[in-house]
């Protein structure tokens, strides 16, 4: 993939990720406001819901410099579609079901990268990487009980050998709201103990550094974006996991991303998935080795 069809991605992720507000007293509805989507029990569910807005394609926006209006609007766009879709399904669960439904069977090294954006674009950043039967379930913006919603449709009923877990970041930049890190570890946790509840060999991935959230300047991550790497090490290790250390090898010695190997500060560009992507082989590798 390209540097500009991943920054232009990255523009369209900034509406996803920026996805929690403050409480504020309600307005009255206007003309514009999306119509409601159809609530309550229903066969298909997927089908009721809100199509996005239409949005030029990444690669498109990030050929040309976006002037203040159309900026403007795009990110309204998108944001009033963000918010139903919020609303009504908040883990994203319709997001993978038809896909989900046209996977063949499992082979006996199928593996699922589970997480948000970073691992939603690796796919298109190195297509290589999922060409046999290893499976891209990430979904931008979200964050770890968003995850684990999702955890039994995107991973458990694929039936994989293997799951990669990278997730927490958005947590850390507060996009579902206020957390602690306990509800972050305790969200992990549980996507680690329902995988080997099944059987599934668990690669369990340090958050990537960020020094700053360009849509969440006010937090200051890199304290706890250590403490939660300390504690996914710890973990892997007294419960025999696999730990894949990507914050490592992206760091600027400062606890910031590499400039070179970022296209924001937070998401890799295509030098840094390379990165990413040679310890991932060699973590799926040693997963596939080790016992259930």
Known sequence: MK???????ALTLAVACNTYAAPSTPAAASSTDAPAAPVGVMD?????????????AGPAIAHRPLQPQPRA??????????????????GSLCRYR?????LPQATSHRVVFMGDSITQAWIDADPSLFADDVIDRGVAGQTTPQILLRFRQDVIDLHPAVVQILAGTNDV????????????ENNLQSMVELA??????????????VARYPWQPSVQPVETIRALNDWMQAYAKQ??????????????????FTPKLAIDGVHPNPDGYAVMGKLARQAIKDALSSQP
């Not at 930049?173 to 972050?184: F, R």
């Open 196 to 209: 080997r509840a099944q059987h599934i060999r668990v690669i369990l991935a340090s958050i990537t550094p």
């Open 3 to 9: 540097v500009s069809a991943i920054a232009g991605l």
């Open 44 to 56: 298909k569910p997927c089908d009721a819901l809100l199509p996005p807005p239409e949005t030029p």
């Open 173 to 184: 930049a507060g996009n579902t709201g206020p957390t602690s890190l306990t509800a972050i």
């Open 98 to 102: 038809e896909a989900n439904a046209k």
């Open 73 to 90: 609007a795009l990110a309204a766009a998108s944001k009033a579609w963000e918010d139903q879709r919020m609303k009504f399904d908040f």
């Open 239 to 256: 419960n025999g996991l696999i730990y894949v250390d990507y914050f490592a090898a992206l760091d600027d010695g400062r606890r910031g």
